[in-house]
C-alpha cells in the first residue's frame, strides 16, 4: 500500500461519544483525524441516545466525517454507562446481570458482543482494508480477532489500558483471558499503546515478532480552541479525574494543602475543587485533613465543563500512582488528565512514581513539576511556589496535538496491511 493511497477503515468500538468514560476521547480523536486525513472511517458502536449522563459534547457523536452504524441490544440494561429503563425490574434486572457477569470476569459492555457479532455479519470485507478497535471494553477484540479471519482481513488493537496485567485492578482475572488476550495479540496485523512501560509489558508476554506502536494520548486543537476558562476568585487547583485505593490517593496532595493551612505558609486566598465520579470519597477526606473551608468537591460534569474549571485553575493535579517506584505497568500509566492541561496552557502538578513515562512527558513538555506520593515536603513548596507567584513555568508544546499524532496512526495502520499481505499463505491441504 503505497502513502498515497486512502485507507477503508471499519473502527469497531462500544466506546464512543457521547460516552463519558474518558477513553471516548482518544478513540473519538483517532476517528476524527483519520477522516480529516482522507481515509474513510466507518463506526460501529451503541446508539448515541442510550448514553446517560454524557459528559462529551454530544455533536461530536454525529460527526459528518465519519459514517456511524448504531448497534442496539436489549442487554444493554446491564451497562451502568446505558440508560437501563425506567421500571424496578429492568434497573433490577440489569443490577443481577452486571453481578453475574462480573463474577466470571467479563464487563457488563460484553453483552453487546451478541448485536454487534450479528450486525459485523451484514458488512461486506470488500468494502474495508483493515480493522481497529480499542480496548476497553475487551468484547471488542474478540469480536474484531472472529471478524478479521472471518474476512480474512489485518487487524490493530489499540490499548488505552492493560487488559489483563493492569495495574490498580482489585481482582485477578481467570487465566483464560491471559490465554484468549496472547491468541488475539499474536494473530494481530498492529499494536498501539499509549506509553513505554504498556509497550514493554506487552512485548515481554509476546516477544519481539509483533509491531507495537508507541502513540501517546494528545489533545485535539480544536477542541481546546473552543474552551472558555473559568474565572475563579482565588489561585485554585483543579483535579478532575478518578481513584484507585490504595493505589491512586488525594492523601499527598490534602496533606500539603492542611500544612500550608495550619502553618500560614502563603498570604495568598487559593481552593482545591474535585471534580469526578469519587466526589463522597474527596469530601470524607476534605473533613480528615481539615479543609472544608479551602476544599470542594464536584460530581462528574460535562466534559466541556470540565476542560473549562482546567483552564481557569492556576494548577491542576494529575495522579497516577502515590508509590514511589512502580511496576512496567504502573509507571506505564499515563493519564488523558496530562494532554488536556497541555492542550490549554495550564501547568501541572504530578504525583507519579520514579521513571515513570508520565514523569518522562511532562519533563520533555518542560510543562510543570513531577512529585513522588511519600515526598511531602517538595509537594508542599511546589504548592506555595505556585499560589504565591500565581503561575508556574511551562512551555505550550504541540508535540501531543492530534493533527500530528494522527501521523504516527496512519503509519501503523497502513504498516499493518502492508504485513498482512506480505504473510505467508498456509497450505491448508
Known sequence: MSKQDKMRILFVSHCFPPSPAAGAVRIRNIAFYL???????????????YFKNATFNCESSTDPFFKRHEVDSCLRIATPLLN????K???LTGGIMRKTIRYFGYEPESLWYWAARRYLSTLKPEDYDVILTSGRPWV???L?????SKWSKPYVLDYRDLWVDKPQQLRKLPDRFRRDEEKILRQASGISVVSAGMKRCIANRIGDEQPISVIHNGYDPIE????????????TLVYAGTFYQPYRTIDPIFLALSRIKQNSLTNKQWQFRYYGTHS??????????GLNDKAVAYDAIPRPDALSAMAGAGLNIVITAVAEHGTDAEKGIVTSKIFDAIGLGVPILLIAPMDSDAEDTLSGSRFGQTCRGNDHDGITRYLVK???????DCIKSTAYSWDQLIVLFENALENAIVRFGNKPKVNEN
Open 35 to 49: 477522516a480529516k486525513q482522507g481515509h474513510s472511517i466507518d463506526v460501529v458502536t451503541v446508539p448515541a441516545k
Open 386 to 392: 505556585c499560589i504565591e507567584t500565581e503561575s508556574s
Open 84 to 87: 437501563q429503563g425506567g421500571s
Open 224 to 235: 481546546m480552541g473552543s474552551v472558555v476558562p473559568a474565572n475563579f476568585d482565588h489561585f
Open 140 to 142: 471488542n477484540f474478540y
Open 280 to 289: 463522597s470519597y474527596v469530601n470524607e477526606k476534605i473533613a480528615e485533613y
Open 89 to 91: 425490574v429492568s434497573r
Open 144 to 148: 474484531v480477532n472472529e471478524l478479521a
